[in-house]
Every structure is written in structure tokens, then in C-alpha cells.
């Protein structure tokens, strides 16, 4: 399984500047490559493979070119194809696509050092030091272990819009390593979770809790303000450039945030749960209109259980996504669907006559569902009515945050 790890980088004055020295030479590689790409006739081009053997005679041309690591020279010629692939990707998806551009220094941040030229040294503590050829040693705030078991098949040393530096490193675990996941026939209705994506910033499980979803009135109610600042200011001017680095912090703090959280609520469910059923994202996106905040709530879900899902295989856990297609109308007991407008919170089925919470009855469909996705069948002697808890618990985002950090600290996943 690949996987990556980020982590925010404290390179001193001098390494800083040695950095943005290197990523612009790879920047002028890049578009070098772009130019003998559509200019050079040869057989040795056309592919990264190939295009790498051109590399000797670029470092004879152009003495630049071997000032930076040589691997990574490869890299940033793989790049090139790779947002090539991409394009024709979208080209065939019929998109309507340009072609590939000469990047300037604003837009190419980043370099990659592959397979060899690195080191992550000193990772004891709560600092690690990345030691990078022809660079030299950078610290960084090492917050989550790479896990034993873990092989780092390259990093990216990225400089971001609001001038801190990053490294990510490219992570792979062997399939063999990876904890085996219950057998489904040794699943026990106990140990599994539906869960409703709620609308109203909260998920809600099958087994009664409400998580909250983290409040970032204060966050966004800042963004907005600096947005606003900076629609006054004047394009390309000093205090211009000052303000939308400042929108940029705002940004950056918000997503840290909430993917902090997400790491830990994902954690948490993985590590409660055999099986975890969350309901089919695109789908759901396709049954409720769709405005700005919905949308900004659908990338965030869909962060989620991304997370979620690359978490089950670390840990260990079944993760399966069910069709989202009417687990609100559906009576959990008898299937019947009735229509209920976004503000009737309860669920009173007219044909059977039970009743619950609104969210509790989509989250038990969606477990339900779950279940027969599994290949299981809903246990007989576990009626919903009883397999339902009778009063909600709410779960405080801080107690997911305390359950999930111990086991954070021994081996998580992903980035920031
Ligand atoms: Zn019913």
C-alpha cells in the first residue's frame, strides 16, 4: 500500500536559499524538457524513461544541471510526463484541455528526490532532521512515525504560497506487513458501525453517537474578513502581496485543522469498529443540490473517508461504501420509504410504526446495507428496534481527539 507523510519543514536562512536555488534549476529542467519535447526529433524522446538519457548531454551543454541531484534531475523529467499523461487523461474524458505550459518560478514550488540522495535521521523525538544531498540537513516537527514496516520511496521538498517550507515523503507498507482484517463470517453486529454524514457538521452512528464536527465559525468568520481586505487592494501591489499571504495562513490553518481531526476521528473508528459503513459519496452528492458550503462539505468528506479507507487497511479494519440512495426515507424495520422534508428530525414509519431519530435510522440503513454488502445477512435475533440504542450519547470532538492520540503516536498515517 502507498501512503504519504507531511510534515512542516524549518530549513535555516541559508539551506532556505540553497533550496530555492535547486528548485529553480529544476524549474528551468522542466520547461527544458517541455522544449525538446515539442522542438528535438530523436528516439529518445517521448517517454521519461528515454528522455533520461539525455541527461548527460544537457550537464555537458548546461554545467547548471549538475549542480542539482542527479536522481532527482530524473524526477523533474518524470514530471514533465506525468502532467502530460494527465492531460491526455483529460483529453480523453473529452475535457476541453490545453497543452502543457512553461512554468514560472510562482508556479513550480517543489522538487523530488527519488530512491537515493536522502535520509531522515534523529526521529526520537518530537524533530527529525531530513538530510537531502547537495542541500544538507533540514529540520522538520516530526508529529507522526513513519511506521516500521514502512519503505520511503521518495520525498518532495515543497516551498508553500505562504513562504513555510513541507516535506512529504512517499511511503510504501508491503501488503504482507498489513494486519489481517476479521473474517467476515467472525463479525459481530457489536463491533460494526453505520454512519449518516450529517448535514448539520456531525456524523451520526448506528450505535448512538453524535460526533460533533469541529467549529470553525471563527476560522471562517476570519477568512472572510481577510478576503475582504484583499478584494480592496490593489492587484500586484506590496500591501496586495501582504494580504494574500495573510488569506493564505487562514487557509492553510483551516485545512490543517480538519485534517487533523479527521486523522483522529478516523483513527478512532477504525480502532472501535470491525467494519465501518459510510454511504457512497458521489452518489449522495448527486441527490442533494448542491451549493458553495455543500460542496465544501462534500471535498471534506470525501478527505474523510479516504482517510478512512486507507486507515482500514492499515489497521486492519473492514470499510465499505454502501448506496446512499434513500437511507433517509427508508424505515430501518420494514424498508418502507416515506418523504421527509430536511426539517422533520424524527422518523415515524406510517406502515410499521417505528420510531427514532432521523439520522439514528439512516445510519442504521446504512449499516444494514453494510452488512449485506458484507455478504452478510442482517442477524435475525438483533431486530433493529433493539439493536438501535435508546438515547444518543453525544461524543465531544475532544474525546475523540484524547482516544485517538495514543494510538496516533505509535504509527499514523498521512499527511498534516
Ligand atoms: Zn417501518
Redesign the pocket.
Same mark, same amino acid.
Given at each position: 500500500m502507498e501512503y504519504s507523510h507531511r510534515y512542516p519543514a524549518y530549513p535555516t536562512q541559508q539551506v532556505a536559499e540553497r533550496l530555492e536555488y535547486h528548485i529553480d534549476v529544476h524549474r528551468q529542467a522542466y520547461n527544458y524538457t517541455l522544449y525538446e519535447y515539442e522542438n528535438v526529433d530523436g528516439d529518445d524522446i517521448g517517454s521519461a524513461y528515454k528522455h533520461h538519457y539525455r541527461l548527460p548531454g544537457w550537464k555537458d551543454e548546461f554545467p547548471v544541471f549538475s549542480e542539482v541531484n542527479s536522481k532527482a534531475l530524473q524526477r523533474t523529467v518524470t514530471r514533465f510526463y506525468q502532467n502530460l499523461d494527465g492531460l491526455s487523461e483529460q483529453k480523453q474524458n473529452s475535457r476541453k484541455v490545453g497543452k502543457l505550459k512553461w512554468k514560472s518560478p510562482r508556479e513550480f514550488q517543489s522538487m523530488t528526490y527519488s530512491q537515493s540522495g536522502f535520509e531522515l535521521k534523529n526521529t526520537s523525538g518530537r524533530r527529525a532532521t531530513l538530510w537531502l544531498s547537495k542541500i544538507g540537513d533540514i529540520p522538520i516537527r516530526y508529529h507522526r512515525e513513519i511506521p516500521d514496516k514502512a519503505t520511503i520511496k521518495e520525498v518532495v521538498i515543497k516551498k508553500q504560497t505562504t513562504g513555510e517550507w513541507s516535506v512529504s515523503f512517499g511511503l510504501e507498507t508491503d501488503d504482507a506487513d498489513l494486519p489481517e482484517k476479521p473474517s467476515v463470517d467472525s463479525i459481530d453486529t457489536s463491533d460494526t458501525v453505520g454512519i449518516d454524514l450529517g448535514i448539520l457538521n456531525y456524523i451520526h452512528t448506528s450505535d448512538g453517537k453524535t460526533v460533533d464536527w469541529l467549529n470553525l465559525e471563527d476560522e471562517y468568520d476570519r477568512l472572510r474578513r481577510e478576503q475582504r481586505k484583499l478584494s480592496r487592494k490593489e492587484k500586484g501591489s506590496n500591501s496586495y502581496e501582504k494580504q494574500r499571504l495573510k488569506v493564505a495562513n487562514v487557509t492553510r490553518h483551516i485545512r490543517r485543522k480538519v485534517l487533523d481531526y479527521q486523522h483522529k476521528l478516523t483513527t478512532w473508528l477504525v480502532l472501535e469498529y470491525d467494519a465501518v459503513f459510510v454511504e457512497d459519496l458521489d452518489v449522495k452528492e448527486m441527490l442533494e443540490q448542491s451549493h458553495n458550503a455543500r460542496n465544501k462539505q462534500d471535498a471534506a468528506w470525501r478527505q474523510f473517508i479516504t482517510l478512512l479507507e486507507y486507515k482500514a487497511e492499515l489497521y486492519g479494519t473492514h470499510v465499505v461504501e454502501v448506496e446512499a440512495a434513500g437511507t433517509t426515507k427508508a =424505515?430501518a +424495520? /420494514?424498508g418502507?420509504e416515506t418523504a421527509k422534508p430536511i426539517w422533520v428530525r424524527e422518523h415515524s /414509519?406510517p +406502515? =410499521?410504526g417505528?420510531e427514532c431519530d432521523r439520522d439514528a435510522n439512516a445510519a442504521m440503513n446504512v449499516l444494514q446495507r453494510g452488512f449485506s454488502e458484507l455478504g452478510l445477512g442482517w442477524p435475525e435475533d438483533t431486530p433493529v428496534e433493539t439493536a438501535l440504542p435508546t438515547d444518543t450519547r453525544s461524543v465531544s470532538a475532544k474525546r475523540v481527539i484524547e482516544a485517538g492520540s495514543p494510538t496516533l503516536n505509535e504509527a499514523t498515517p498521512v499527511a498534516e
Open positions: =424505515c +424495520s /420494514c418502507v /414509519c +406502515s =410499521c417505528f
